[in-house]
């Protein structure tokens, strides 16, 4: 089993950028396809970004498109969704998970097996 923890949350103004961190312990997660889902009050979890294991291939949501990119860091076995020009409607809870796959990427919370605890962002007008 893997445990996932994300970091990097907090408060910014709209225009900032905050980085999030998805670390993995237990294992690696090096086969897997890791996913960014983010919820905000009220609404369903939403996909927002993915990469595939090797990070040939990654997916990007149309809403946060040309503002968030994902990456990840074999070496410290973490992935990151560096998110610019945040916007209001940004704010959500965001969390990371694995797929149990290492090439497709998936946009169905379903089509992921493991999840972190989430990292609140919060961005002001």
């Known amino acids: 089993q893997v445990q996932l923890v994300e970091s990097g949350g907090g408060l910014v103004q709209a225009g900032g950028s905050l980085r999030l961190s998805c670390a993995a312990s237990g294992r690696t997660f090096s086969g897997n396809t890791i996913g960014w889902f983010r919820q905000a009050p009220g609404k369903e979890r939403e996909f927002v970004a993915g990469i595939n294991w090797s990070g040939s291939n990654t997916a990007i949501a149309d809403s946060v498109k040309g503002r968030f990119t994902i990456s990840r860091d074999w070496a410290k076995n973490a992935v990151y969704l560096q998110m610019n020009s945040l916007k209001p409607e940004d704010t959500a809870v965001y969390y990371c998970?694995?797929?149990?796959?290492?090439?497709?990427?998936?946009?169905?919370?379903?089509?992921?097996?493991?999840w972190g605890q989430g990292t609140q962002v919060t961005v002001s007008s």
């Open positions: 998970a694995t797929a149990p796959h290492p090439w497709s990427i998936g946009i169905r919370e379903g089509e992921y097996e493991y």
